[in-house]
């Protein structure tokens, strides 16, 4: 778990500046953002964990 919180912390900030960051700096963030903000840090690390997860399993 601890490298599916690092790739979402590095991932998930480089796509919430890249989606995000104007609205930030201009102050245009409102609640239908912030949601999609937070989405863009939990789907890397939702794909971070079931690529884990599929590893373990051919593993076996």
Not at 24 to 34: L, Q, S
Request: proline fraction near 3%; hydrophobic fraction near 45%.
């Amino acid at each position: 778990m601890p490298t599916a919180l690092k790739v979402a912390a590095v991932v998930g900030t480089i796509l919430f500046l890249i989606n995000h960051g104007s609205a930030v700096i201009k102050g245009e963030m409102n609640r239908d953002r912030w949601i999609s903000a937070g989405l863009t840090y939990i789907i890397p690390y939702c794909v971070n964990i079931h690529g884990q997860y599929v590893s373990r399993m051919r593993k076996r």
